[in-house]
C-alpha cells in the first residue's frame, strides 16, 4: 500500500526555517518523482517543487526559488524540503505528493498526481 506521511510543518517567525519531510512506505521511494504541494485557505494548491527519480533533477516555483531545497535520502525512503527565508505568504498546508506507474522524470508543477500524504500546516507569523 503506498502511503505518504509529512511532518516538521510548525509556527515560525518571518525570516526563519523549516525542514519538512515526506516519509514513503509500501515503495522503495527511490524510484519514483516527488512533488510537493501547498494550499492556503482561500486559495487554489500550488505546486512548490519536484525531484526527478533519474537524475535526481530538481524544480522550483519562482515564488520559493532561491530559498526552499529539496533532497532525497534513499536510505531513510524520505524526501525533504528544507524552507528558509520564510515570508508569512509561505503560510499554507503543504503536502508530498507520488504517481503510480512511477514517473522518472518531473512532469510539471500543476501535474495532478495520484497519491498524497495528509499534510502539514506550516504557518509564519510573528
Known amino acids: 500500500q503506498v502511503q505518504l506521511v509529512e511532518s516538521g510543518g510548525g509556527l515560525v517567525q518571518p525570516g526563519g526555517s523549516l525542514r519538512l519531510s515526506c516519509a514513503a512506505s509500501g515503495f522503495t521511494l527511490d524510484y519514483y518523482v516527488i512533488g510537493w504541494f501547498r494550499q492556503a485557505p482561500g486559495k487554489e494548491r500550488e505546486g512548490v517543487s519536484c525531484?526527478?527519480?533519474?537524475?535526481?533533477?530538481?524544480y522550483y516555483a519562482d515564488s520559493v526559488k532561491g530559498r526552499f531545497t529539496i533532497s532525497r535520502d534513499n536510505a531513510k525512503n524520505t524526501v525533504y524540503l528544507q524552507m528558509n527565508s520564510l515570508k508569512p505568504e509561505d503560510t499554507a498546508v503543504y503536502y508530498c505528493a507520488t504517481d503510480l506507474p512511477p514517473l522518472r522524470i518531473c512532469p510539471s508543477l500543476s501535474y495532478e498526481y495520484d497519491y498524497w500524504g495528509q499534510g502539514t500546516q506550516v504557518t509564519v507569523s510573528s
Open positions: 525531484i526527478s527519480s533519474s537524475d535526481r533533477s530538481t
